[in-house]
């Protein structure tokens, strides 16, 4: 098991954007091995085998396939009622309240309000509070399936109507699997170091009336981020032109670094 996480860390991959109407970004799959198990490697291996204990417990139309491994928010409305300019404050505060109200963050909102960071308004409007929900409900059942998903490979999916004929794709997960960067953690805080700050993928696809398909791949590791962009043809050259407000607002808002945003026709 140490062999494993040793390899893996010491590996960096790019992941390459995914053809057109397609979900962004496949999960990483982990490889085999056998070796020895040290004492960390058993406390790993221990935390999978329960991880799996849990989701065999779970009824198996409830599990997310291997299409939709890690947390996957899918809401049943579109987040805005009618066709509309979109506004960036304005969406990156809907989906910050899609996934905080999604039930998947439940247990870490739960010690946030023991420690009074946040009112107990917030951790009754989860759906493992809402009236309609039983613990052996379906609802839950699905909840707990993608909340032992997402401790297992840290991917949180989000697919979401915007505005009738608008709609949003995006995919975030770790660059180092969450078990791995726990060991790697563990080691650092040994040696009187500390934790090895983490890094990001994402992809999202957004695909708007009159305009199609515009794709984003970025990376952030620290206060740096890489993008790149694909849409239409027609678009290359507008979109191109606006990467440069992009990046001073990147800069200024988000305090990130960012050298420069290649733009690309989708094939």
């Known amino acids: 098991m140490d062999t494993l996480v040793h390899q893996v860390a010491k590996q960096r991959s790019t992941v390459d954007l995914l053809p057109r109407h397609t979900l962004p970004v496949a999960p990483i799959q982990a490889t085999a091995s056998t070796t020895e198990f040290s004492q960390a490697g058993q406390q790993i291996a221990r935390l999978i085998q329960l991880i799996q204990s849990f989701q065999q417990q779970v009824p198996q139309q409830m599990q997310p396939s291997s299409q939709q491994m890690g947390g996957h928010i899918k809401p049943d409305a579109p987040l805005f009622p009618a066709s509309t300019q979109l506004d960036t404050l304005t969406l990156m505060g809907r989906l910050q309240t899609i996934v905080k109200d999604s039930g998947l963050f439940y247990e870490a909102l739960l010690a946030r309000w023991a420690a009074e960071k946040v009112p107990f308004l917030q951790v009754r ?35 979401s109507e915007l505005w009738p004929q608008a709609h949003l794709q995006w995919l975030v997960q770790p660059d180092v699997n969450p078990l791995v960067q726990r060991w790697r953690d563990e080691q650092r805080r040994k040696q009187g170091e500390e934790p090895e700050p983490p890094a990001w993928t994402s ?63 989708l094939p």
């Not at 759906?127 to 840290?154: D, H, V, Y």
């Not at 992809?203 to 398909?213: A, I, M, S, Y």
């Not at 890489?226 to 191109?240: F, G, K, R, Y």
């Open 125 to 159: 409007q989860q759906p493992q509070n809402l009236g309609q929900f039983r613990a052996s409900s379906p609802q839950i059942q699905a909840i707990l399936g993608q909340q032992l998903e997402l401790l297992n490979s840290g991917i949180i999916r989000i697919e």
């Open 203 to 265: 992809e999202l696809k957004l695909t708007l009336p009159q305009v199609g398909e515009i794709r984003a791949q970025m990376r952030l590791s620290q206060k740096h981020l890489t993008m790149q962009l694909q849409c239409a043809e027609p678009l290359v050259a507008s979109l191109q032109e606006a990467t440069t407000r992009l990046m001073a607002r990147l800069r200024l808002g988000a305090g990130v670094e960012i050298d420069s945003i290649p733009v690309s026709r």
